[in-house]
């Protein structure tokens, strides 16, 4: 069965300090997660620049940078099921990145997608395919495999019937380079999950989940609502159709994310709730 996990994104504000992280983490073991997925610039002190960028996309990581978070999670009973990093740092010393994976006792790495980069170029994303295709030779000859994380501009079309995310799955090697598909972001632009599931098949090692929908509070001043995320269950996703074809392809974790639109702007009480979902099919 597959390891039930938070991203460490979902938990930036709060984890700002040891004992908030240690609290944190203590109320994911509580409500049935069995692990974390850390961030990489979220282990290590990141500059104004970049908490300013993830800030301006919604995803405010917090201060907890400076914090001690082998020695966390290893007080936590959390399984590391992989780091985020970016692709740069993969280039600049797989090593380094290879062996901060393994003291964290994972074996996977996972690219989260390039910023600033045009998906819609079909040329640049086949150059794109090959920069993983040698970052992941890289991290593998280290012990440790590559994953590629979509977001929702994988899915631009790049020519009639073919968009960014099919080019990086056919012109990557799967000795190489595998996959931890994120079915939200999938859904937000319109594409079918399952059937890039099934496309994907053994090659989708990780899940992303979430649901998709509104959260009415009020009366509707019009009949159109703000789609955004929604804790498991209670937004329009299929995800129980696709908890089922994750199951099938054996992914090793099925990991919840989401950056806001949480009940009482709380991480904590939102997967808390998505946890009921998790613990029904997992």
């Not at 996990?5 to 300090?17: C, D, I, R, S, Y």
């Not at 620049?49 to 009973?77: C, F, H, I």
């Amino acid at each position: 069965m597959p390891v039930k996990a938070v991203q460490q994104f979902m938990l930036g504000t709060v984890m700002n300090n040891e004992k908030q992280a240690a609290d944190t983490m203590r109320q994911m073991r509580d409500a049935g997660y069995g692990g974390i997925e850390l961030c990489g610039f979220m282990i290590h002190p990141s500059g104004f620049l970049v908490k300013l960028m993830t800030r301006a996309a919604g995803m405010p990581v917090g201060n907890g940078g400076k914090l001690d978070w082998q020695r966390l999670v290893k007080e936590s009973g959390l399984l590391v099921v992989s780091i985020h990093q970016d692709l740069g740092s993969i280039e600049r010393d797989a090593a380094a990145v290879a062996d901060e994976a393994k003291r964290f006792g994972t074996d996977k790495i996972v690219v989260t997608g390039m910023y600033r980069f045009p998906y819609g170029d079909e040329q640049a994303v086949r150059e794109l395919a090959k920069r993983l295709n040698a970052a992941g030779t890289a991290l593998s000859a280290q012990g440790i495999s590559l994953l590629y994380h979509n977001h929702n501009c994988e899915f631009l079309r790049v020519a009639p019937g073919k968009n960014a995310y099919q080019i990086l799955y056919e012109e990557t090697d799967p000795a190489a380079v595998n996959f931890e598909f994120d079915s939200y972001w999938c859904a937000d632009c319109g594409q079918n999950p399952l059937a890039v599931m099934e496309m994907l098949g053994s090659r989708m090692k990780l899940w992303h989940i979430n649901d998709r929908g509104t959260r009415q509070e009020g009366p509707c001043m019009t009949p159109i609502l703000k789609s955004d995320s929604m804790e498991l269950g209670y937004g329009s996703m299929p995800l129980e159709e696709l908890s089922a074809k994750a199951k099938e392809l054996g992914v090793a974790a099925v990991i919840l994310e989401s950056h806001r639109n949480w009940i009482d702007k709380s991480p904590v009480k939102s997967f808390a709730r998505s946890a009921e979902f998790l613990n029904r099919y997992f």
